[in-house]
């Protein structure tokens, strides 16, 4: 069936590091896929999607490149900040429309 | 336009005690969607509306129930509430978009339940 594997976390950088959250999934087809992003306390909110081939989303200094070939939609930043912390999720589309999330991928930035 | 609305926020109940959540959204959005998140363990779908009138299972729905009252409302029901449903609770919504192929979902900001 259609998964998602994200890199495991948590992830911990010093602010202004470079991030990179590796996802790589499993669909049928040609899934959309989408980043959301979950503040503490908080409900899940859309980051970024891509929604063919070589598509790259971006959003608030966040980038993914929807890479077919390797079925990958790995998440970066070049410069991160502390209010970046929180958890992120993967998610592609499957053929019904429904989103499949990875395990999420605690993010903590210290000053 | 306040989005997803979710209550409770929090709920506390007894093994073998009821209760529904609910969830409604004014979007005018035609799908809806219940989530429960588990540490480790990401979103995983209990049920699903596609539209008013029809409720498909998801990967969980084992336990639940659900009603799609209207177009706006979608509530989910625990009949006997065990410990094992004690979980963050997320309700969603989506429009396709005219010949778009992908459906973004908008999330409430969820009900945190523990069954003891």
């Known amino acids: 069936g259609d998964s998602v594997t994200q890199m495991e976390g948590p992830v911990t950088l010093s602010e202004e590091a470079f991030l990179t959250i590796n996802c790589t999934y499993t669909?049928?087809?040609?899934?959309?896929l989408f980043w959301y992003v979950q503040y503490p306390g908080e409900g899940l909110q859309l980051l970024l999607k891509?929604?063919?081939?070589?598509d790259k989303g971006s959003n608030k200094g966040f980038e993914a490149t929807y890479r077919k070939e390797t079925t990958s939609f790995h998440l970066e930043k070049g410069s991160v900040q502390v209010s970046d912390s929180a958890v992120y999720f993967c998610?592609?589309?499957?053929?019904?429309?429904?989103?499949?999330f990875g395990q999420g991928t605690e993010l903590s930035v210290k000053p | 336009n306040a989005g997803v609305t979710q209550t409770p926020k929090f709920q506390v109940l007894k093994t073998g005690q009821s209760m529904t959540l609910q969830c409604a959204q004014d979007?005018?959005?035609?799908?809806m969607y219940w989530y429960r998140q588990d540490p480790g363990m990401g979103l995983r779908l209990i049920y699903y509306?596609?539209?008013?009138?029809?409720?498909d299972k998801g990967e969980v729905p084992n336990g639940y129930n659900v009603s799609r009252l209207n177009k706006r409302e979608f509530s989910l029901r625990l009949e006997s509430a065990a410990p094992s449903q004690t979980s963050v609770y997320f309700c969603?919504?989506?429009?396709?978009?005219?010949?778009?192929?992908?459906?973004?979902?908008?999330f409430g900001p969820g009900t945190r339940l523990t069954v003891t």
């Open positions: 969603a919504s989506s429009v396709q978009l005219q010949g778009a192929a992908f459906y973004e979902q908008y």
């Open positions: 509306s596609a539209s008013e009138g029809t409720t």
């Open positions: 891509a929604t063919k081939a070589d």
């Open positions: 979007m005018n959005h035609n799908s």
């Open positions: 998610a592609p589309s499957n053929q019904g429309g429904k989103l499949i």
């Open positions: 669909a049928t087809g040609y899934p959309s």
